[in-house]
């Protein structure tokens, strides 16, 4: 608690004005004026009678009693001019601890204290009025540091998610990279920063759609001017095409440049595939339309009864080839939900395949088509699409492999697998090629002048994968091709019956 004034001291801070210098002058003439009066009165003493008879003893006494008053009367002064200047210096002390830990500036009558020189009541409200206005700015900045950080905590979601490879250059060197662009050059984010751009394409080939080279810089300068599009190739990695585009801010004083190059591989395959398809189609569909409209104009002509039975099934057989064609075509749009099976059931493998041998058979009696069924499994599927899995193997057997050679249907088993073959003598499928015939809209080169679109083999891949099995192409011993479905065995069919193993349970059962 703050200490109360004697009526002495009020008095003097009633006399003493309010600005320092003059207090300090006052002080010094109030000592000074104490002090004479003291001496004069410590002279008036000694010249007096009584104090004549000891000189030595009475001389040294009333100086001491002087000097003690003049000291005692500025400690005085002194500590009531200092006291509240030593108490606004304390207030001041906590008001910038407070501010320091974020806390507002205190609105009190400290620094307005009547016993304060004016000066240091003038230095105090500035100084409070500093205080207060850092805290009113350090709020500000704590609320842009907020928003900086939400800002910069946005910008890295873009980034990071963005499917578009976003490179931000700085004097030349990558400042900012996200993670599609350490896809894009092969490099972790971390060892893209701080490397040049050709530094970060160092062993990559770029070329343009008119197959000229551009180095890094060449690559950026074009950039900037335009939208443009690149191949990139590299050892080890398949080719990708890119579409890139550079932005520099006119303003900007630090020379930075955002780079962002988008993967349109997809896109131009996709592209090329509907030119191919386009192609294809308009002329797989437009030969045996040729022909059914040619035996449709000789069926209006007097012929035999024999020419007449010849001109009906060839007309028949073409049409025939321009429905699977289209139903391929349909398969195809939407093959992954269009063809997954509708109801998981046994299905015996080899009344399915010596059923397909005995319907396809006659419709080919160019070449013999066999059935080898070893076994007599049953697996679990829908015997419509698995039907559609070996009429596709069977009839691209018979598109393939040389008219003398005999086709096989083989059924085997093993402890745990059941196994669909379509066996042939045909050219056969290079080692290199036998994952990209399952492929859509895949043929070999050795095909192009067959029927088809590449798309029999693709739907066969989704059939047995939606039926958890696996589609595989191996070398026939002797010369040709062995397509391959392998599918989980569910069981055996013995005396006609279906017996299912352990753990296997038929729908409904």
């Known amino acids: 608690m703050e200490r109360k004034h004697t009526i002495f001291e009020r008095l003097l801070l009633m006399v003493l004005p309010d600005t320092l210098g003059v207090r300090l002058v006052l002080t010094g003439l109030l000592i000074t ?15 007096s009678p009584a104090t004549a008879l000891f000189p030595g003893e009475v001389v040294i006494m009333p100086v001491i009693v002087v000097l003690l008053v003049g000291l005692m009367l500025g400690v005085f002064l002194a500590r009531l001019i200092r006291r509240p200047i030593v108490r606004m210096v304390g207030h001041i002390k906590e008001q910038v601890l407070d501010a320091a830990a974020g806390m507002p500036a205190a609105d009190d009558e400290v620094v307005a204290d009547q016993e304060l020189p004016i000066e240091f009541r003038e230095m105090g409200a500035f100084i409070q009025g500093l205080l207060m206005a850092q805290h009113e700015r350090q709020a500000e900045l704590e609320t842009a540091i907020r928003e900086a950080e939400y800002a910069e905590e946005s910008l890295s979601v873009v980034l990071t998610e963005s499917p578009e490879a976003k490179i931000v250059l700085q004097d030349g060197r990558i400042l900012i990279a996200n993670p599609a662009a350490a896809l894009a050059f092969g490099l972790p984010v971390s060892q893209l920063t701080a490397l040049t751009l050709a530094e970060a394409m160092h062993g990559v080939e770029t070329r343009d759609e008119q197959g000229s080279r551009y180095d890094a810089d060449a690559l950026l300068e074009r950039a900037l001017k335009e939208t443009t599009t690149v191949s990139m190739t590299e050892p080890g990695r398949p080719e990708r095409w890119y579409v890139f585009v550079a ?44 022909v059914v409209m040619g035996y449709l104009d000789l069926l209006q002509r007097p012929m035999s009864a024999e020419d007449h039975t010849r001109a009906l099934e060839a007309a028949r057989r073409n049409a025939g080839r321009m ?4 139903e391929d075509l349909l398969s195809a749009t939407r093959a992954q939900e269009l063809l997954a099976p509708s109801e998981l059931v046994p299905t015996p493998l080899a009344s399915l395949a010596e059923e397909v041998v005995s319907s396809l058979g ?21 015997e419509k699409r698995l039907r559609q899995v070996l009429v596709n193997l069977v009839t691209n057997a018979f598109k393939y492999s040389p008219e003398p050679e005999p086709i096989t249907v083989r059924v085997r088993c093993d402890d745990d697998s059941a196994y669909l073959e379509v066996v042939d003598h045909g050219p056969g499928v290079p080692e290199d090629e036998r994952e990209r015939v399952f492929q859509r809209f895949e043929r070999l080169e050795s095909g192009v002048d ?34 391959v479905i392998q599918l989980p065995l569910a069981g055996d069919v013995v005396d006609g019956e279906f017996v299912l193993r352990e753990g296997v349970t038929a729908p409904g059962a």
């Open 33 to 47: 004026v104490v002090s004479a009066a003291a001496t004069v009165l410590v002279g008036v003493w000694l010249t």
């Open 247 to 290: 932005i520099r801010h006119a303003r900007d004083q630090r020379n930075r440049i955002l780079l962002t190059a988008r993967d349109v591989t997809e896109e131009r395959r996709l592209a090329s595939i509907r030119a191919e398809i386009v192609s294809l189609v308009s002329h797989d569909l437009r030969s045996p339309l040729t």
């Open 323 to 326: 429905a699977d064609l289209l």
């Open 362 to 382: 006659p419709t080919h009696r160019e070449r013999e088509l066999k059935l080898d069924a070893e076994c007599d499994p049953v697996v679990l599927g829908e």
């Open 450 to 483: 067959r029927p088809g679109v590449g798309l029999g083999l693709y739907i066969v891949n989704i059939i047995a994968s939606n039926h958890g099995g696996v589609a595989s192409v191996e070398e026939t011993p002797g010369g040709g091709a062995t397509f």
